[in-house]
């Protein structure tokens, strides 16, 4: 069965730091450009990060920029996300999307990642 | 940032009805579009990219349309499992943005 599994999300305290991981079953994640979305309680979607197939393309939103990083390691077959200065308005469900054409074509179930003192 | 903007919020409708949901992009983002429905509880699943062309398995009374700025979604009939959530997202430049969503709910 094809699909990604994420991992990592926990209760952390605002200011705290907590690394993602994603990992594909049944596919070869190094074939895809590969996104972090993220949804927080009964919102709406919103992009994260986005990491080209050779990391060459490294894009993140301006509501993440300078405290999360987005990492993959092909020869491990694994996504990250590095997640810093963490703050309460980070708390969401966080998924792992393989890019199809130029979208979101396979999403992983999530992680849920809770900033809350 | 290009903003999406989707309308309406809520849609009320009946099954076997014809739904038209709409999102605008506030600047042209040529065919660059995505629609996704999300259930309760579940993972958002991709129905429509590049504007029109659906997504593997996805049935054909989904179909999607327009470029620039005005795109629609449109299901010709709607049945019990369609009622959800639908968002769409432009992807014009790898600097993605959602629109809010358009909750179709059971009139």
């Known amino acids: 069965q094809v699909q990604l599994v994420e991992s990592g999300g926990a209760l952390v305290k605002p200011g705290g730091s907590l690394r993602l991981s994603c990992a594909g079953s049944?596919?070869?994640?190094?074939?895809?450009?590969m996104s972090w979305i993220r949804q927080a309680p009964g919102k709406g979607l919103e992009w994260t990060a986005y990491?080209?197939?050779?990391?060459?393309?490294?894009q993140y939103a301006d509501s993440v920029k300078g405290r999360f990083t987005i990492s993959r390691d092909n020869a491990e077959r694994s996504l990250y996300l590095q997640m810093n200065s963490l703050r309460v308005e980070d708390t969401a469900v966080y998924y792992c999307?393989?890019?199809?054409?130029?979208?979101?074509?396979?999403w992983g179930k999530g992680t849920l990642v809770t900033v809350s003192s | 940032e290009i903003v999406l903007t989707q309308s309406p919020a809520t849609l009320s409708v009946s099954p076997g009805e014809r739904v038209t949901l709409s999102c605008r992009a506030s600047?042209?983002?040529?065919?660059?579009l995505a629609w996704y429905q999300q259930k309760p509880g579940q993972t958002p699943r991709l129905l429509i990219h590049?504007?029109?062309t659906r997504a593997t398995g996805i049935p054909a009374r989904f179909s999607g349309s327009g470029s620039g700025t005005e795109f629609t979604l449109t299901i010709s009939s709607l049945e019990s499992e369609d009622f959800a959530v639908y968002y769409c997202?432009?992807?014009?430049?790898?600097?993605?943005?959602f629109g809010q969503g358009t909750k179709v709910e059971i009139k």
């Open positions: 049944g596919l070869i994640l190094s074939d895809y450009h």
């Open positions: 600047q042209s983002i040529s065919s660059n």
């Open positions: 997202q432009q992807y014009h430049n790898w600097l993605w943005t």
């Open positions: 999307v393989r890019e199809y054409y130029g979208s979101g074509g396979q």
């Open positions: 590049d504007a029109s």
């Open positions: 990491i080209s197939i050779t990391s060459d393309s490294i």
